[in-house]
């Protein structure tokens, strides 16, 4: 079973609420044993509690601008979420759309040099990975988020001994996986790209696929007038061959290309090796991740 492994350095940890004063006492719960926690373990956290919707892309835009000089939070949303609309502000009624929270997302995971963890008590947000291209850089390292509704009382069972298993094992996957699924889902940058690769050579790099793949290669060399006689087209078919063999240089073709901005240049956690084993899968979704956490020396 394929497994990739990147760390996911942490120094910071931001609540951001907007909820009905009636919700409120859930949060209350949850924070009072999360809090004072990552107060033992020395890590800095703050709560923000926007008003508006203005006021919530502000606090955003100035996570990011902190992210440009060494920060490297954990964002934790406690919100309500709308499927077609995306997260609600319960003060002013409004709704931040998925695709704009996720422009603003990418804005620190940038930042952070794709580093950002976002964990996700809104229903549906899980929605704003339909807003990935991989053609942009992704807007988190880790998502973990509902893909339906998520009911107060799951959360406020879960929350708290989720975060402490995280920070007590330092490794985030595994923390997840026992407090969190199946209620939450978690989408991991590095395996999504994975996934890309594994069905391009699914589709073009074997059996009857490998074949129309080459033979389109030599087509478009011909085209171009590039091969215009027989030994010319003997060496473009040699190099289609090539071309379209699984290999690890492939791989690096394709990070350094398609995932070169999605990745922004962090050093994938998967060889070639994972990949195949994804080929060859009949689950596809069937490749474990793990997230070690790092957590900064100087903790005060």
């Known amino acids: 079973m394929p497994g990739f492994s990147t760390t996911l350095t942490v120094n910071s940890f931001f609540w951001i609420t907007s909820l009905r004063p009636t919700e409120r006492g859930v949060t209350r719960r949850i924070q009072e044993d999360v809090l004072p926690y990552l107060d033992r373990i020395g890590l800095r956290h703050h709560t923000f509690e926007p008003q508006t919707a203005t006021e919530l892309l502000e606090i955003l835009s100035h996570i990011a601008q902190e992210a440009n000089v060494g920060l490297k939070p954990i964002l934790h949303f406690d919100t309500h979420g709308d499927l077609a609309q995306g997260i609600k502000l319960a003060a002013s009624g409004e709704f931040i759309p998925w695709s704009v929270l996720i422009a603003h997302l990418r804005a620190i995971n940038v930042a952070t040099g794709n580093n950002l963890c976002v964990v ?30 998520v009911s107060a009382g799951f959360l406020e069972d879960k929350t708290f001994d989720f975060y402490k298993s995280a920070f007590e094992g330092l490794e985030i996957v595994a923390a997840y996986e026992r407090h969190l699924a199946p209620h939450l889902s978690l989408h991991h940058c590095e395996r999504v790209l994975a996934y890309d690769i594994a069905n391009y050579v699914r589709d073009c790099c074997t059996g009857k696929g490998r074949r129309i793949r080459r033979e389109e290669l030599i087509t478009k060399a011909v085209t171009a007038g590039i091969a215009p006689n027989r030994q010319a087209r003997r060496i473009i078919r040699q190099g289609a061959k090539k071309w379209t063999r699984p290999s690890q240089a492939m791989v690096d073709r394709y990070v350094s290309g398609v995932g070169s901005k999605f990745l922004m240049g962090k050093p994938p956690g998967f060889d070639i090796e994972d990949v195949m084993r994804l080929v060859k899968s009949d689950n596809t979704r069937a490749a474990r991740v793990r997230a070690p956490i790092r957590l900064p020396d100087n903790r005060s």
């Open 120 to 149: 996700s008590g809104a229903c549906f947000s899980l929605n704003a990975v339909w807003e990935i291209n991989l053609s942009e850089p992704c807007p988190f390292f880790i998502l973990i988020a509902p893909g339906k509704e």
